[in-house]
């Protein structure tokens, strides 16, 4: 199953770069002020999550293709960018599909491999791959590191630049009650995701572990 699995990271972070940089391409030849749009593009939690969903891709496919026992570092960073694609795709078709966000214009295929096929592959890898590694309620902290970042930065920032990558953090859309009211429901949703990601990493299912292998090996050498 590793060659398969390898094949189809490597398949899906080329797909979700070229989506990236198509959008990208597409909206800078159309936008006046480009230095404006580069940092705004830049800061859409879609392209985020995306950007480091391809890069763990990537890297989790070389780990597959030689064969090693992945890294306890890998599978932290694999179920983050996990919770992160499960909320760009719950957010996406429950708050945004009908909703023109400031990119120019929206290429209708990178939109729809950024906000509904690579995450719902994400998801599925995570899931069906094999190698993951337990993660630990004590690394457990990484997983909405990235997301709060974000938010604080898009908040402090929002109101300096007069730009919000989603109406539903603009105070002007309804003041600071809904936009945290939207904040709140978002944060519980990652922080849900994130404890069920930790705890399928628990399971052997549908896999042993890389974690039992080793336990078994351990085992195995303190007998003899």
Same mark, same amino acid.
Do not use: C
């Given at each position: 199953?590793? @060659?398969?699995? %390898?094949?189809?990271?490597?398949?899906?972070?080329?797909?979700?770069?070229?989506?990236?940089?198509? &959008?990208?391409?597409?909206?800078?030849?159309?936008?006046?002020?480009?230095?404006?749009?580069?940092? /705004?593009?830049?800061?859409?939690?879609? *392209?985020?999550?995306?950007?480091?969903? %391809? =890069?763990?891709?990537?890297?989790?496919?070389? $780990?597959?293709?030689?064969?090693?026992?992945?890294?306890?570092?890998?599978?932290?960073?694999?179920?983050?960018?996990? +919770?992160?694609?499960?909320?760009?795709?719950?957010?996406?078709?429950?708050?945004?599909?009908? =909703?023109?966000?400031? &990119?120019?214009?929206?290429? @209708?295929?990178? /939109?729809?491999?950024?906000?509904?096929?690579?995450?719902?592959?994400?998801?599925?890898?995570?899931?069906?791959?094999?190698?993951?590694?337990? *993660? +630990?309620?004590?690394?457990?902290?990484? $997983?909405?590191?990235?997301?709060?970042?974000?938010?604080?930065?898009?908040?402090?920032?929002? @109101? =300096?630049?007069?730009?919000?990558?989603?109406?539903?953090? /603009?105070?002007? /859309?309804?003041?600071?009650?809904?936009?945290?009211?939207?904040?709140?429901?978002?944060?519980?949703?990652?922080?849900?995701?994130?404890?069920?990601?930790?705890?399928?990493?628990?399971?052997?299912? @549908?896999?042993?572990?890389?974690?039992?292998?080793?336990?078994?090996?351990?085992?195995?050498?303190? %007998?003899?």
């Amino acid at each position: 199953m590793k @060659p398969l699995f %390898a094949i189809l990271r490597l398949l899906a972070g080329a797909a979700i770069i070229t989506a990236i940089v198509g &959008q990208f391409a597409k909206s800078w030849s159309l936008v006046p002020d480009r230095a404006f749009f580069f940092v /705004n593009f830049f800061s859409y939690f879609t *392209i985020l999550s995306n950007a480091l969903s %391809a =890069i763990v891709l990537l890297v989790g496919a070389v $780990i597959l293709f030689r064969g090693r026992v992945e890294p306890v570092w890998f599978s932290v960073a694999h179920g983050s960018v996990t +919770t992160y694609m499960a909320t760009t795709f719950v957010v996406y078709n429950l708050l945004l599909r009908n =909703i023109s966000l400031d &990119q120019a214009t929206t290429v @209708p295929w990178s /939109n729809e491999i950024l906000h509904v096929w690579a995450p719902l592959y994400v998801v599925l890898d995570w899931v069906f791959a094999p190698g993951r590694r337990r *993660i +630990t309620w004590r690394q457990f902290w990484v $997983i909405p590191a990235v997301p709060l970042v974000w938010a604080v930065y898009t908040l402090i920032r929002g @109101p =300096i630049a007069g730009w919000y990558p989603y109406p539903f953090l /603009n105070p002007a /859309n309804g003041g600071y009650g809904a936009v945290t009211v939207y904040v709140l429901a978002i944060a519980a949703f990652i922080g849900g995701m994130g404890v069920a990601v930790r705890a399928l990493s628990t399971t052997r299912w @549908p896999y042993q572990s890389d974690d039992a292998s080793q336990e078994r090996v351990a085992a195995r050498s303190s %007998a003899s």
